[in-house]
């Protein structure tokens, strides 16, 4: 007899955790998706490169960036904004692959958020000492819609904050294909990325790749 069948408590528990009211980790979640995104993400670094971007106040940022889809998000001395372009070499980011979509749609659905339809996905780079300071996301025009993040490679620690800059943040590891998707009440909270320790990934090697789906328009 399988009694599993009867433990819901264990299909829900630890493989999806709550951090607040409208945000969730979904462990594990996009491993049956690695092996096809992979090589999509390698054709998308030969197309628009990982560059390490310099913040209006003129600090070149840790994480190496690119970005995939309608819309991108881009940093310089003039601001922080989404383009269409990449400033790069002034051509269209490449497109979103379909199942990057399909990923970020069911993630969001899991978590309650019917109907996401992101047109920016931005891909983080860390290496070991990267990090990414506490921030809030606010150049999208959306706050209805949620954000999905999702983790590959060498584990990070991620600060779960508050509202404001100052509120004390929780300390949550994510893992190679963790997925984190929040919205709602929890969607402007402050987040950041503590320096990532030395580690090497089977796959990825020394790096943490982290794609996040965003509706920017
Ligand atoms: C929970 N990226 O690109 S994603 C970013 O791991 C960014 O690369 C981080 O923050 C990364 O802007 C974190 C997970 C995440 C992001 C934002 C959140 C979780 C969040 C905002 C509120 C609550
Ligand atoms: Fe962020």
């Known amino acids: 007899m399988n009694l599993d069948l009867f433990a819901p408590e264990e299909l829900s528990d630890k493989r999806q955790q709550q951090l607040a ?38 600090f070149r940022m840790s994480v190496a960036m690119t970005c995939c889809g309608p819309l991108g998000w881009t940093s310089d001395r003039r601001g922080y904004r989404y383009s269409a372009v990449d400033p790069e070499h002034g051509r269209n980011w490449p ?5 990057f979509l399909q ?3 069911a993630a969001a659905a899991q978590a309650g958020f019917d109907d996401f339809q992101p047109d ?17 996301d606010k150049d999208e025009q959306d706050y209805a819609a949620p954000i999905v993040s999702v983790s ?9 904050g508050g509202q404001e800059r100052s509120d004390k943040s929780v300390r949550v590891p ?6 984190v998707v929040w919205g709602g009440v929890d969607r402007l909270r402050y987040h950041g990325v503590l320096p990532l320790k030395e ?3 089977p796959l990825l090697g020394r790096q943490r790749i982290n794609l996040t789906f965003r509706k920017a328009a």
């Open 199 to 201: 580690a090497e990934h």
């Open 95 to 99: 497109p979103m692959p379909e199942i």
């Open 174 to 179: 994510l893992f190679h294909g963790d997925v």
């Open 103 to 105: 990923l970020a749609q």
């Open 21 to 58: 009211q409208d945000a969730f980790v979904l462990h594990g979640f996009a491993a049956p998706y690695v092996a096809q995104l992979l090589p999509l993400l390698e054709a998308i670094q030969q197309v628009s490169p990982f560059r390490h971007l310099v913040t209006p106040g003129g």
């Open 152 to 160: 590959l490679g060498i584990p990070a620690i991620f600060l779960f």
């Open 120 to 136: 920016a996905c931005l891909i983080n780079r860390y290496q070991p000492g990267t990090k990414l300071s506490l921030h809030q």
